[in-house]
């Protein structure tokens, strides 16, 4: 029996016009290539971190 095992490398949603990166398992980290695209990082939440440490970061909180 063949067992197929699927996982997501990399999960984005956009939220009331933010992206929300609630997964990143990439080595540089989709942020840093969103702000290279020319993405500010008021428009980037890092929904994989806690509110509480989203504050400390230089990204948007929600």
Do not use: P, Y
């Not at 980290?29 to 969103?34: F, M, Y």
């Not at 980037?44 to 948007?60: M, P, Q, T």
Request: net charge negative; with cysteine; hydrophobic share 40%.
């Amino acid at each position: 029996m063949t067992r197929r095992v699927h996982g997501c490398l990399i999960h984005i949603d956009i939220i009331d016009g933010k992206i929300w990166i609630q997964r990143d398992g990439t080595e540089e980290g989709v942020a840093t290539e969103l702000v290279k695209a020319g993405i500010t990082k008021d428009r980037i939440v890092l929904g994989f971190r806690s509110e509480e440490l989203r504050k400390d970061s230089e990204f948007a909180i929600a």
